[in-house]
Every structure is written in C-alpha cells, then in structure tokens.
C-alpha cells in the first residue's frame, strides 16, 4: 500500500528515474525531493536487454536521434543500487516505487517489496505484461500517453479482469519536453467521466510547473514530475525535470490550492466574522428624527454598518411611528418603533 496516499489530498511524485547512475547522486535527489515535500520517489527499472532492440532509435527534441539500446544499457541500474535507493527513501518516510519494462523486472521488484508498481506510457497496451503485473495484486499507476479512449478502456478491462483493482490512470504526453499546445489537460476530465471510481492523475512532460498545478486544479489525484539536481547534467530527462525550487513551488501551489477549496458548504467564513457586520447595510436615520415622528423614505436610508435592522425589511418599517429620538446616521432597532 502507498502510505502517504490520502483522500482529497494530490499525491505528488518526483520522478528520479533516468537521473542518477550511483548512489550518491539518488541519496541527493532524495534529500532533495524530501525537502521539497513530495510524498513518493520513484525509479525506473529496465535491463537495455529487454526493454529494447538494438535497432530502436529515440527521435525527440530531447535526445535527436540515438540508439535506445545504448541510452537505456548507460543509465540501467542494478538490484543492489536498487535496494539501497529504495532503503534510502523508506528511511525518509516517503513512498517508492518504481516502473518496470519487463516481467523479470516486475518479478526483481517484487522481490524487494516494492509496494506499487508504475507502468510506464510505452507499456500501456501491452496487454500480457498488464496482466502479469496484475497477478502480483499491488496497486498500479498507469500512465496513457499515446493512447486513445479505447486502448485505455481495454487496458483497464484487461487489469481488472485479473482481479486487481488498485489502479490509477494518469494522462500523460509522451513527448520530451511536451508543449503548452499538446498538453490537453480537458483529456484528465475526460477519463474522470469514463473510468468513475478509478483514481485520475496527470504525468508530466513539461519544462515548468504550470501544468502540474493547473492538472491538480482539475482534478488530478496523483502529479508525476520528472525530479533533478541540476538541469543541466549529462541526461535527457534532466532538461524537463523540475528543480528543486520548481518542485518545491509545485508541491507548495497544489497545497495551498487544497487549502483554498475548503469543504465546499456554502456559509460567511470565520474571516467574514467582523466583516459581516462592518461592511453589510443596514437601516439609518438619514436627518435626525423626533419621538412621535412617522419613519417615511425621505428620513431613512440604507447604509453601513449591517448592525441594524436588514434592508430587506425596508418597505415594512415604512410608516412606522417612532418612540425614541433618533439622530442622523444612527443604525434603526426594532425597539424604536411601535
């Protein structure tokens, strides 16, 4: 189970996969991240030997065109790296997990009592490896950047179907960086309605923070975030990864947005205490009014403060014989009048 995932609360995660190739390098995103407030680090489990051929390519703005045989086999990490990351994280409180690409990866994590497993955009409709990460009856977070409606409906029947259901989805964009016009954050909407009682969450592509915290304005569950020390360093994830202060401002922005939403009942907040009264109208002398004298709209009016008797009894204490004198400005009282 993921511990820090709570009700009514974004479940923030900083993706460190791809970003580190030793320890000291994870334990410093992890110091990092855990400063930043986040409630989960994730990792990326794959062996170059069977995550892919070695006549796949990477064409994107991030990487131009390479061998992804040769990027993965740099940066696949082994068990043992794995277990002290992940060690490293429980000791910070914080949730881990990670995303495998290969049934011996699911079965490594396993091994290891990997909580949840995410699955990546890539695997989405790969619908046999669904279904053996699904007998493993943990919750999976998957992500559905390059699916339609129907490849995620099959995906989800298929997860299901194997008796699991502990599953989120997220939106995502598979493309690295993801631009503004191709983040299509309605599309988080859109799965809230087709998959009710399943969990909807955003994983982000982006250089920025601007989509993480409109996607948990939506309504997203989970916000995925790519997580680097420095921006700068020899990767292509590192480019569109969030810095620390960028993660900081994501995980601080989505907080105080929960904040803000309150419990949705429709009432004056504590702050209006004062306010209510100060800067709400009431009924006033408007000229100085004698005992005897007959309340008319020529001698009161309406204005602050709302201490007196409510406007909306105007026309029923017009006519009204007063029984005090009243001087101008002075908030009206039912006991002024018979």
Not at 4 to 18: D, F, H, M
Not at 22 to 33: R, S, T, V
Not at 124 to 135: E, G, H, Q, T
Not at 188 to 197: A, S, V, W
């Amino acid at each position: 189970m993921l511990r820090n995932y709570k009700e009514n609360r974004c479940y923030i995660v900083a993706e460190i996969g791809g970003n580190f190739t030793n320890f000291a390098q994870a334990k410093k995103l992890i110091d990092e991240a855990y400063d930043c407030g986040v409630d989960a680090v994730k990792l990326q489990t794959y062996r170059a030997d069977t995550i892919s051929s070695k006549n796949a390519i990477f064409d994107m703005e991030n990487t131009g065109v390479i061998s992804q045989y040769d990027l993965f086999k740099k940066y696949e990490i082994d068990k043992e790296l794995h277990e002290r990351v992940f060690d490293y994280i429980e000791s910070k409180e914080l949730d881990w997990f990670s995303t495998p690409s290969h049934s011996t990866d699911v079965d490594m994590l396993d091994e290891l009592r990997v909580p949840a497993y995410k699955i990546g955009s890539d695997d989405a409709i790969n619908l046999p490896f669904l279904k053996y990460v699904a007998k493993k009856n943990k919750p999976i977070i998957l992500a559905t950047g390059m699916c339609t409606l129907q490849e995620i409906r099959e995906s989800v029947s298929t997860i299901l179907g194997e008796g699991n259901d502990q599953l989120i989805l997220l939106h995502a964009i598979t493309a690295y960086p993801t631009h503004s016009k191709d983040v299509n954050l309605l599309a988080i909407k859109t799965m809230i309605n087709e998959f009710p009682g399943i969990d909807i969450g955003y994983s982000d592509h982006t250089i920025g923070t601007n989509a993480c915290i409109c996607a948990a304005v939506m309504g997203a569950r989970v916000v995925e975030k790519h997580f680097t020390y420095d921006k700068s360093a020899e990767g292509p994830d590192h480019i569109l990864s969030a810095s620390p202060k960028e993660m900081k401002e994501i995980v601080d922005k989505i907080r105080e947005f929960e904040i803000m939403c309150g419990n949705g009942i429709k009432k004056p907040a504590l702050g209006e205490k004062v306010t209510r009264v100060n800067n709400r109208k009431s009924i006033v002398a408007s000229i100085d009014i004698r005992k005897g004298e007959v309340l008319t709209e020529n001698n009161v009016s309406i204005k602050r403060p709302g201490s007196g008797i409510e406007p909306k009894f105007y026309e029923q204490i017009i006519g009204k014989k007063v029984n005090v004198d009243i001087s101008k400005d002075q908030v009206l009282d039912w006991c002024d009048f018979n």
